[in-house]
């Protein structure tokens, strides 16, 4: 059974970056496309960004790719999101996910495994 732990959620002010990490564990990380998807109050999770097993291949939701950067180290069973100049429509509950599948083309509902989410809050 996979596992994730995401952390570094926390209360920041807007411009300021923040880094999240995902720790991976129960199976082999390498064979899992990697995401990262968010949920704001009162909105449904949405993706953020996406990476394939190798790390060669990312996708991002077309908003964020400027100021967000997933990216993974499959020595370590981990994956990360940078984001930059947070705004307060950040404010969110940032989800970790994995999926077997391979593709990264892949909807909320293909998602495989979720771990349990950290706060990130943005103050004007």
């Known amino acids: 059974q996979v596992q994730l732990v995401e952390f570094g959620g926390k209360s920041v002010q807007a411009g300021d970056s923040l880094q999240l990490s995902c720790g991976f564990s129960?199976?082999?990380?390498?064979?899992?496309?990697m995401a990262w998807a968010r949920q704001a109050p009162g909105k449904g999770r949405e993706f953020v960004a996406i990476?394939?097993?190798?790390?060669?291949?990312?996708d991002y939701a077309h908003s964020l790719q400027a100021r967000f950067t997933i990216s993974r180290d499959n020595a370590k069973n981990m994956v990360y999101l940078q984001m930059n100049n947070l705004q307060p429509e950040d404010t969110a509950v940032y989800y970790c996910a994995a999926d077997r599948s391979g593709s990264i083309y892949i909807t909320l509902a293909d998602v495989d495994y979720w771990g349990q989410g950290t706060q990130v809050n943005v103050s004007s």
């Open positions: 129960g199976r082999t990380f390498a064979n899992y496309v």
């Open positions: 990476i394939s097993r190798s790390g060669r291949r990312i």
